[in-house]
């Protein structure tokens, strides 16, 4: 994805107005939302599992438009007319794995957490080791990957308008997930998809008008480059992984599923995010035809820096609160995400006898720390190169989620996973990861990253999130195999963690 020093300033008189509004309708929201008093954890973290289908959706489709569109799409590269529709295939499958196989049965527990379901079934140590590498990928790398986004789709940090929008950004969405919990973060969410839904509309109404003007500058987000950067096989995998963690492991996802009124919420809001995502593709590609032309099989679509140069102020205005919108629901998301799994999984874990309301207390505290650290690391951003950094970021986080996502499949589908096998697996593929990590680091020895075969149709990195995935698998089999079926005292377990059973929710 190229970044260009020279970008338009964003909120720019009439865009400044357009920012300001959506901030204190933002605002009003979350302190409608939040009049409720939080008594009990679930109450905070969860919103009382009362959230219905439609907000639901909503709130996914806030953060799934730009995490998918340019956090995922930001390491693929250049996409063919085919590699396009394929990579909308993708999401939609791997959406439709949390749909039917992921979502209703982790929601049926009653659980928190990925780790504390995981924890549940086989053991104190993976809930530990699950939850500290999804608090390091969405601290250290989701963050910092939001943040890299937001720099080169509003603008250069050295704008002093863009500068102060950002902090703002932060500030905001994390005052929000401190003080509102997760059900004025899903409520939040909900404005923000509207609001991201009708910018969108706006500027396609504007290409379609056939403004010399818009239509380049909308359709730009599609441009065609050389033949040569057509996908291949290896990078595809790649993607696949990446988006089986996103959608079928990662807890800012799965948080919005365990709270649920019902399975059959789950399914709807899945398939309705789903749609959302079908439909988008199609006027992407609908703009991208009507900016350039009919996509052939020569035609590539790239992702890049957006000319927005020409724009006029209130359209200009109108692309910059439709990112913000998006951008902020992806942090208050990821905020209130990493509070939860450090309250739930080792607060709550290490003393089990504390109260409600002071489970309420550390998670706000919790919270309000990443918010701070967050607010703190920004200006260190402005030495990252987002040419560079953002697949850096991207590939890294696939490499040390490959395990979770693996353990969480691989025990919905195969009974026979017991314990051992699965903290063996994270143990040995999770030193696998850090290794092709520090092998592939940039700057790193060409010998030693000779280590990894790579070939035209499969990179270095392809093989090394292949190599994870293996050691993965082939370990947690073997393991389970050689030390016999699974515990029989897994329901032991999610009792004694507070959780309920599948009989006990009805599921």
């Known amino acids: 994805m190229q970044f260009s020093g020279h970008v338009p300033a964003p909120f720019a008189h009439t865009g400044e107005l357009l920012g300001a509004i959506y901030l204190i309708v933002l605002v009003a929201v979350g302190f409608y939302f939040s009049k409720e008093q939080y008594r009990d954890s679930s109450s905070y973290f969860l919103g009382n ?67 504390e379901y995981l924890g549940g079934r086989y053991g104190v140590g993976v809930q530990f080791i699950t939850s500290g590498t999804s608090i390091l990928i969405l601290t250290a790398f989701r963050l910092a990957t939001i943040l890299l986004v937001t720099r080169m789709l509003l603008g250069d940090w050295n704008g002093t308008a863009a500068h102060a929008w950002v902090f703002l950004a932060v500030t905001v969405s994390g005052v929000l997930a401190i003080a509102g919990g997760l059900r004025v973060v899903l409520h939040t969410q909900a404005f923000q998809a509207i609001v991201l839904v009708a910018g969108s509309t706006v500027l396609l109404v504007a290409a379609i008008s056939g403004s010399q003007v818009v239509r380049p500058a909308t359709g730009a987000i599609l441009q065609p480059v050389s033949p040569s950067g057509l996908l291949t096989e290896g990078e595809w995998f790649v993607l696949l ?36 995502v079908a439909v988008l593709l199609i006027l992407f590609f609908g703009v991208y035809t009507l900016a350039i032309g009919a996509p052939n099989e020569d035609s590539i679509l790239h992702t890049t820096n957006l000319p927005l140069d020409d724009l006029p102020s209130a359209l ?30 080792f607060y709550k874990t290490l003393d089990p006898t504390t109260t409600e309301r002071k489970l309420v207390l550390v998670g706000r505290l919790a919270t309000g720390v990443v918010v701070v650290l967050t607010i703190l690391s920004v200006p ?128």
Not at 78 to 106: N, T, Y
Not at 246 to 271: E, G, H, V
Not at 436 to 444: K, M, N
Not at 448 to 463: C, K, N, Q
């Open 380 to 507: 260190a951003l402005r030495t990252l190169n987002p040419d560079n950094d953002l697949a850096a970021l991207v590939r890294a986080q696939v490499l040390i989620a490959a395990p979770i996502a693996v353990l969480l499949l691989l025990g919905s589908l195969w009974k026979g996973l017991n314990d051992k096998g699965a903290l063996w697996s994270l143990i040995v593929s999770g030193v696998v990861a850090l290794s092709c990590l520090f092998i592939l680091r940039p700057g790193g020895s060409d010998r030693l990253s000779s280590i990894l075969p790579h070939y035209e149709w499969f990179s270095r990195h392809s093989m090394a999130v292949l190599t994870v995935i293996l050691v993965s698998l082939v370990v947690s089999v073997f393991v389970s195999l050689a030390t016999g079926r699974v515990s029989e005292r897994r329901p032991t377990r999610l009792a004694a963690n507070g959780v309920m059973s599948e009989k006990e929710r009805g599921g």
């Open 316 to 345: 200009e205005g109108v692309f910059s609160v439709s990112i913000l919108a998006s951008v902020m629901a992806l942090l208050s998301a990821t905020f209130h995400s990493t509070g939860t799994l450090i309250t739930i999984d």
């Open 241 to 276: 992984a990446l988006l089986l963690w996103y959608w079928c492991a990662d807890q800012t996802n799965l948080q919005r599923m365990f709270a649920a009124r019902s399975p059959k919420d789950i399914r709807l809001a899945l398939l309705g995010v789903a749609s959302i």
């Open 49 to 115: 599992r009362g959230a219905g289908w439609v907000t639901l959706t909503l709130s996914l489709a806030a953060t799934c438009i730009v995490a998918e569109l340019f956090l995922v799409r930001s390491q693929l590269g250049a996409l063919g007319a085919w590699d396009g529709v394929i990579f909308g295939a993708s999401i939609v499958g791997a959406i439709l794995i949390l749909a039917f196989v992921i979502g209703p049965k982790l929601s049926a527990t009653g659980v928190m957490t990925v780790p």
